[in-house]
């Protein structure tokens, strides 16, 4: 297997991601490789820096990046040669298995869906992140940013995506799908939440267990919830603020550690024909290092060939 | 000047309404009287067991109420004689200056809409919630929950009319208005927000500040924050929860301690001819003090006649 890491993505790259990079592979199996896609040079100076074992990586050199800031779409047509373009290049031609990377979320999802394109049936790739739950366990919320404006079916298929990525990567079974509302009955809602709660609830593709509202995110109610991206992305960036807040006032707790995002490693892109993982911007090795090996899990569990059943 | 105040209406009514009355009356003007909506018998009661001064008070017997459950529209149509509907008659009726509940929040949404109905100009009226800031201060946010779907229009009109409830009530000098959104940039957002951009941008009727995204909740960059009400109730509901885990876990904060909605004692209905005042379900006696003195300031500041002239 190899899994393809973009070292020139994030705040703290390449520093960041080749150091990360470097404790992952202390966990890889002897057949699993990682290919570093980025500067060389510098690459191969922080491995000797830190003697690490140069059997487990190869390399792509580029030096061309695509920065945080920069237009996905614009970005991934002009610059081909950017870390990643030559990921997602190396991805479509199967020469990786799954391809990581700190940097533009948008060119990312972008990239993917240029590349090795979306699974035949899915209508839209989804972005997901990792819910800690009072009482122990973790959720999957999605989508968090990939499409702003959804409509029902949208969601019917975030539930469907989340329901196999909670099985197959986090042993979830027959995971429980929830639709994020502003009301617990049937008919509470906004026109898209409204339409999308029959649709679930008389669908057998996943386990409907009806609306949560915001105040039940961390409640052990539910494995998946579901929402437009523009509300996902509100949730996903206030909790975050919550989570720095209570790290500035000093305030230590099993559950709020539990919100630190390095353990997580990142956010996959589902929907892909390949396994893609998006990592925060502010990625330190410790998150790099979590996104490679939740790649890893992504292949290992066979999580693609599942999504594309699902979808047939 | 008299208030209308529900006493039936809460989970901890009538005695947290009574007990609360009783509070606020501790502070008001000897012109100005509450007038207690609800069981005669009872309030009285209670006021005796609190020997509470009986000059601040007037009675309109009733024992007809609106659940917390019902459906709000129904039950204004066939509970004529329940607090909530007495309430509005009376308002409408010239009987009451402000009318105040700790309710069903639906209900006294479609009362005012139905009694003393929406300001001429004012599409859609909008609910609003206190958000305090890290810095000290507080911070406005609106709609969270009158409307689930809205149109660019309806978020232009509720900057304005948060701008004129920060100015009038919280005093707070050309309010810097926020579009609430996933992005910093103008053309980032789902439809909605990326319609709407331009609109606040170009109109003089309000100081618009650009987007924020949801990580900037609590951050010292704006006074009022527009969404549209399935976005806000996401946002007010999540942000409680926080609030409960930390009161949960024991952490103690001046920050956090904002969060105590008892001290901003409920949420305007902004748009309505009259000040109408809407308590959390789980009102104190606290919070129903504070929510009559809310009503109290929102008759004192005339801000009903600012939002008329600023629609005419």
């Not at 939440?193 to 539910?222: C, H, W």
């Not at 790099?288 to 939740?294: E, R, S, T």
């Amino acid at each position: 297997m190899k899994i393809g890491l973009d070292i020139m993505g994030g705040d703290y790259a390449p520093k960041a991601a080749v150091l990360g990079a470097i404790e992952a592979c202390k966990v890889l199996s002897p057949n699993q490789k990682l290919v570093l896609i980025g500067d060389r040079d510098i690459a191969e100076d922080i491995l000797k820096q830190n003697n690490a074992d140069q059997a487990c990586f190869e390399f792509v050199h580029t030096t061309e990046v695509i920065g945080m800031g920069e237009h996905p779409t614009k970005a991934i047509v002009q610059k081909p040669n950017s870390s990643i373009s030559l990921g997602f290049k190396m991805l479509k031609e199967g020469q990786l298995q799954a391809f990581s990377s700190a940097g533009n979320t948008g060119a990312m999802l972008v990239g993917g869906m240029f590349s090795v394109k979306t699974i035949p049936g899915v209508v839209r790739p989804a972005m997901t992140t990792i819910v800690p739950k009072l009482k122990g366990g973790l959720g999957i919320l999605l989508d968090v940013g990939a499409n702003a404006d959804c409509k029902p079916d949208n969601l019917l298929q975030f539930g469907i995506l989340g329901s196999l990525l909670a099985e197959s990567v986090y042993n979830i079974q027959t995971p429980r799908v929830a639709l994020m509302n502003i009301g617990e009955e049937e008919e509470k809602g906004n026109l898209l939440t409204q339409a999308t709660y029959p649709l679930m609830k008389d669908t057998n593709l996943l386990n409907f267990v009806g609306n949560i509202e915001g105040r039940d995110l961390f409640s052990d109610g539910f494995d998946v919830a579901v929402c437009d991206g523009f509300t996902g992305n509100v949730i996903l960036k206030l909790a975050e603020s919550f989570y720095v807040i209570t790290l500035k006032k000093g305030f230590k707790d099993e559950f709020l550690d539990k919100f630190n995002y390095e353990q997580y490693g990142g956010s996959p892109i589902l929907g892909l024909n390949a396994p893609v993982v998006v990592g925060h911007g502010i990625s330190n090795p410790e998150a790099i290092k979590n996104m490679v090996l939740l790649a890893k899990n992504m292949v290992e569990s066979n999580l693609i060939e599942k999504i594309k059943q699902a979808f047939h």
